[in-house]
């Protein structure tokens, strides 16, 4: 992640999730959000809002000054929208390893796939999730 451009699309997103928190940008959430997640943020924005408070923004910064990564997990099989996948049960799991981080390749039981089907273009083949402790001095503050 560090040796890479990838640290500078995580400020962005890290960036523009406090901004868009702190405009309201209920739109903006859905597209950098799972779509769970902005949900839930969104209505807690709302609840805010209704109970006559404001949410401002302090110290906006362009880069983080620490990342520290915690895990790094490969899924592949899933759709991006996690509450669209089936139970885990429904899977079978095979358990492996992608230049050492854990990798989950999840096959539906029955397995009814095509080979043609990673040609469409709503196929996603890999999900990675990078778990990160982040240390900012930006913050979002609720106020009258």
């Given amino acids: ?11 962005h997103l890290y960036r523009e999730f406090h901004q868009y928190t702190a405009k309201p940008d ?3 959430l859905k597209e950098i959000c799972e ?15 209704f109970h006559g ?3 401002e923004m302090a110290n906006l910064t362009v880069a983080q000054p620490v990342w520290k990564v915690l895990k790094v997990e490969i899924n592949r099989g899933l759709n ?8 885990e049960t429904d ?16 096959i539906p039981q ?8 990673s ?8 999900l990675v999730a990078i778990t990160c402790l982040i240390e900012s001095p930006m913050k979002l503050y609720v106020q009258n």
Avoid: Q, W
């Fill in 119 to 126: 040609l469409d273009s709503d196929h996603k083949p890999y």
């Fill in 80 to 87: 991006v929208e996690r509450r669209l996948n089936r139970p």
């Fill in 26 to 28: 209920y739109i903006g």
């Fill in 91 to 106: 899977y079978k799991v095979k358990n492996s390893k992608l230049f050492g981080a854990e990798e989950k390749v999840y």
């Fill in 110 to 117: 029955p397995d009814s796939r095509h080979c043609l089907d």
């Fill in 1 to 11: 992640m560090f040796n890479t451009a990838n640290i500078i699309d995580f400020n």
């Fill in 53 to 55: 408070l404001g949410i």
């Fill in 35 to 49: 779509g769970k997640l902005a949900e839930y943020v969104n209505e807690s924005i709302k609840r805010i809002h």
